[in-house]
């Protein structure tokens, strides 16, 4: 029997948009849903990507909607959206993915998963934790740096053939992908990255690699690191020895590279700065412990993202710390 080749696309921002070049390179059918503006946009004028071993930027004329047809139900998913959007998503996707429908989650965030979980259905649901590297232009117009290493791993379920099948895709576009021994873990350890790299960019608009070699603010990392692992839960035993050492291995590979969070103010799009730090922020509520220090992390970020103070107070106010 001939594989089945379609698949639902649900973000089609930097990483999403590397991931179709890559699917429709292979002869995936994908069929892409954004939001509305960007859909009306990117039928007008295509999606144009490049890839890091592409020589210019190619053109696609994508299937993508602002929302879905009826007729339009999968078995397959990859959503590469801001995690912040997942509880308003699900209501739509139970329209047209398959109560037994494999969900692969290519996002930042600490408990993204959980709209999908209560969404009473049978969904598989797969995290992938990557450090591929792409940044965009304009809505339409997306470059990969890096393909980097995605980690995945399951959520609720423990179906080694439809993990297999994940890696095997994701492998054949061509990332370089691992399947995690311990996922919690690394969900938890990826969280350590964005929680401390996304928001200093964010505030200071540094590089990812000029942000440790920074000596203060290598101070503020360790500050947050240490916070983070104060609230993991038992089943992600990271330390910190493995949280500095997966950052380090991160922002060095990325080093001339932007974070997420900075291109996002820059765009003045929404950040993702509630779920990775305000995350850890609600569950050391819960456990009666103080985190100073994410919480002057969302403030901070919150008051760039608003422009309601000058960035010098700003700078001056992470200089508190």
């Known amino acids: 029997m001939k594989k089945d080749k379609t698949i639902l696309l649900v973000g089609l921002g930097a990483i999403g948009s590397v991931i179709y070049r890559r699917l429709v390179l292979h002869d995936y059918k994908v069929v892409c849903l954004t939001n509305v503006k960007s859909s009306k946009f990117i039928r007008r004028k295509g999606l144009r990507v490049k890839l890091s071993t592409d020589e210019s930027l190619k053109l696609h004329n994508c ?3 602002g929302e879905l047809p009826e007729k339009h139900i999968f078995d397959r998913c990859i959503i590469s ?8 998503l699900v209501e739509d996707l139970m329209k047209h993915l398959r109560t037994s429908a494999s969900i692969m989650l290519l996002q930042n ?6 709209p999908f979980l209560n969404a009473n259905n049978n969904w598989k649901i797969y995290r992938g934790l990557t450090s591929l590297a792409a940044y965009r232009n304009q809505v339409n117009e997306a470059y990969e740096a890096s393909i980097g290493t995605t980690k995945i791993g399951p959520i609720n379920n423990d179906e080694t053939d439809l993990l297999d099948e994940w890696k095997d895709l994701l492998t054949e576009i061509g990332l370089s992908v691992i399947i995690s021994e311990n996922i919690q873990k690394d969900i938890w350890l990826k ?9 200093l960019a964010a505030i200071t608009e540094l590089k990812n690699g000029d942000i440790l070699s920074d000596i203060f603010l290598n101070r503020i990392v360790n500050y947050v690191l240490h916070e983070i692992i104060s609230v993991a839960p038992e089943n992600s035993s990271i330390s910190f020895e493995d949280a500095m050492k997966l950052l380090e291995e991160i922002t060095t590979e990325t080093s001339k590279h932007k974070a997420s969070m900075l291109q996002d103010i820059q765009a003045e799009r929404r950040t993702e700065i ?8 609600k569950l050391a509520e819960s456990k009666g412990i103080e985190v100073p220090t994410n919480k002057k992390l969302v403030e901070l970020v919150k008051k760039v993202s608003d422009k309601s103070v000058p960035k010098e107070q700003i700078i001056l106010e992470l200089r508190s710390l």
Do not use: H, R
């Open 63 to 65: 299937e993508v909607y």
């Open 81 to 88: 959206t801001k995690s912040w959007v997942n509880e308003f």
């Open 109 to 114: 965030g600490l408990n993204i998963e959980d």
């Open 191 to 199: 969280a350590t990255v964005n929680c401390t790299i996304g928001p």
């Open 274 to 281: 509630d779920v990775l730090n305000g995350q850890i922020i």
